[in-house]
């Protein structure tokens, strides 16, 4: 149970925005209180908040009993005070309104029955303001929680009074949102849960363990602090809560390095490209600092990790697309070719491997000049390993359809800026880049299908067309010819199964 003291309308409003950062679809919010006390004030908040319009039009739905908003999260606002038996919310289409959104009740009294993780908020008349008083359980409730922290969060670092608005969310539990304050530029506020780390799969090891998946923010103030000192353009951190996974930092922009049609723009991954061979450069260390007697070590991108990563391959997509699970006989012809190919990978230089070294990370900032030009961001799962692992990341971007002529450029690129450096060995970057891009869009691949099946996100399996024409790409390399000859008998590339 929370309990907030609204002095005013606006602190009203505000708690309504809060609480709209929170929801999710399936999500009942409660709103009980006497005549006046400020349910349809709060209403109107959350439902301005989802809309990011501050003067949209909310009425109460006294007479109408459901008014419904098409928005990022539809919201149903529903108001029973005039419903005529319990049983009326089912009729008034609740069941329906919780498939694609959420659903605002006041009056919930009046209802016979609600799911139990419904949000409830009480308010409550006190002198000049009223007291609201949030209670749930369940995932909605822990949601709750974290945003009003994020609003404490907020006022700690003297930014109480930013409007928030939704940005993005990724692919992990990590939420991102906008917060402005008049007078003052966007900044980004990150909301970094600790990783759950799940059940054991191998060697009594979790995924996230053996893959040296981040578990903390921390993981991110360290490697933000190692890249600004590498000459990186990253988002300044204004505030930190370490223990809550909160972050203040820098907006560096929403121009990327795709056009408005979400094609690539040549000239900016050209310029990534040389950013990475210039990065490629310096000095790196293990040890990242990231507050007084706190540091991140930055873990290696190993056989184990390389190996988990690529064997979701065989968990999620095999099974997907040939309607029966990987059986031993292949599970061992994989395990061997992919070893060949980490052996061969042992002589390739390492470094610093960002991981997600693409378009939804990196911002173009025309008014900069030289690698300035680039902000990066999203890096905390960066470990040591591979060089040319970001390099593939960057010219067969997940998210976007590069086409094989950039492809060559991106890379050759990134070689030619490595050879303007001094000594370079380009047959060997030549292989350790298809070896690493194979390896990626394998992982893809089965990434992609699990987001699907296991979190119900299916707008991922768009991209499965482009991922498998980019593995088809990797698997040229005469140093990945049995790989090519296994992927082709079972189905994940096309050509002869001989």
Known sequence: MIERFLPDEAATAQLGEDLAQ??????????????????????????????????????????????????????????????????????????????????????????????????????????????????????????????????????????????????????????????????????????????????????????????????????????????AAAGLSVPEIYAQDLDRGFLLIENLGSEGIVDAEGRPIAERYEAAAELLAAFHRKPWTRRAPVAPGLFHDIPPFDRGALAIEVELLLEWYIPRFTGKPADAGLRREFAAVWDGLFDRLERAETGIVQRDYHSPNLIWRADRAGHDRLGVIDFQDALIGPTAYDVASLAMDARVTIPPELERRVAAAYADARKAQGAFDADGFAEAYAITAAQRNSKILGIFVRLDERDGKPHYLKHLPRIRDYLGRACRHPALAALAALYRRHGVLDGDPA
């Open 22 to 227: 929170a929801l999710r679809p399936g999500d009942v919010l409660a709103l009980s209180g006497d005549l006046g006390a400020g349910k349809t004030s709060l209403a109107r908040g959350l439902i301005r908040a989802v809309a990011e319009d501050p003067d949209l039009e909310v009425v109460s739905p006294t007479f109408t009993l459901v008014q419904a908003y098409e928005l990022r999260l539809p919201i149903h606002h529903f108001d029973l005070y005039r419903t005529a038996s319990p049983d009326e919310l089912r009729e008034l289409g609740l069941d329906e309104a919780l498939e694609r959104g959420a659903a605002v009740i006041e009056w919930p009294e009046r209802a016979d029955t609600l799911p139990p993780d419904t949000l409830h908020v009480t308010l409550t008349h006190e002198g000049d303001g009223r007291r609201a008083v949030v209670a749930g359980q369940g995932a909605p409730m822990a949601r709750v929680e974290r945003s009003l922290g994020l609003r404490d969060f907020l006022v700690s670092a003297g930014w109480g009074g930013a409007v928030r608005r939704h940005l993005t969310g990724d692919a992990s539990a990590r939420g991102y949102e906008t917060v402005a304050l008049p007078g003052s530029r966007p900044r980004i506020l990150m909301n970094s849960p600790p990783l759950a780390l799940g059940k054991p799969v191998k060697d009594g090891k979790t995924y996230a363990e053996i893959a040296h998946t981040s578990r903390t923010v921390a993981a991110f103030v360290g490697m933000d602090r190692a890249l």
